[in-house]
């Protein structure tokens, strides 16, 4: 079974600096899909970035970005200029390529908190 | 226009009632699904339609009945409800493809 561990349970960033959250998963797929999520306090779900584990080369998305380590099963994101509006809960999400059964195995999550 | 729609957004009942949770999504989507984030806010996957056919229905009690009336709806009933039973649930929606989009959650509060 696959398993998502985000080990940084809160962070917090000044406000412009950039931080970095970690994800690890566990999986013996070789086709899958990566995600990082993020909840703000109105609870919806926002999609931050995606990340198709057959691409080596790392996704961004403006001020997002990630650190994909296939090999070390690593998936970390990187929030660079970070503002207020980040404040939010991340999470983490593992999703097997095995349509039309897909679903997210999420992680724990990691609550931050942007400081002016 | 809102993409995937849940009502009520917020509900409180007592121990033992029985309620439902709508769900609709106007995105032409043929996957529709029902997470659950508990009070430490983790998420969970319960059930997945695929065309109105039940394709993913995790280890969830039996109290808990999805029903797809046609591809745009699944909606949520849960009998006798536990005060276990409190928390946010997630309707989301997909269409051959791995990314999903989320409604805006509905927070269940059980007396």
């Known amino acids: 079974a696959q398993t998502v561990t985000q080990s940084q349970p809160e962070m917090s960033v000044q406000e412009a600096e950039t931080v970095t959250l970690s994800c690890t998963y566990d999986?013996?797929?070789?086709?899958?899909?990566l995600f990082w999520y993020k909840q703000p306090p109105s609870r919806q779900m926002i999609l931050v970035i995606r990340q198709e584990a057959y691409k080596q080369q790392n996704a961004t998305e403006n001020r997002f970005s990630v650190n994909f380590q296939k090999a070390a099963k690593s998936f970390s994101l990187k929030i660079s200029d970070s503002q207020l509006g980040d404040t939010a809960m991340y999470f983490c999400?593992?999703?097997?390529?095995?349509?039309?059964?897909?679903?997210?195995?999420f992680g724990t999550g990691t609550r931050l908190k942007v400081l002016a | 226009d809102t993409a995937v729609s849940q009502t009520p957004k917020y509900l409180v009942t007592q121990m033992g009632n029985d309620k439902s949770i709508k769900c609709e999504q106007n995105l032409g989507h043929d996957t529709m699904y029902w997470y659950k984030q508990d009070s430490k806010k983790f998420l969970k996957i319960m059930f997945s339609y695929n065309n109105k056919e039940l394709i993913i229905n995790e280890t969830v009690p039996n109290r808990f009945s999805p029903k797809s009336p046609d591809k745009a709806h699944l909606n949520l009933h849960i009998n006798s409800l536990e005060l276990g039973d409190s928390a946010v649930y997630f309707c989301?929606?997909?269409?051959?493809?791995?990314?999903?989009?989320f409604g805006p959650g509905t927070r269940l509060t059980v007396t």
């Open positions: 989301a929606s997909s269409h051959h493809h791995p990314e999903q989009y």
């Open positions: 999400a593992f999703m097997k390529h095995a349509s039309p059964t897909y679903k997210y195995i």
């Open positions: 999986t013996s797929e070789n086709n899958y899909y």
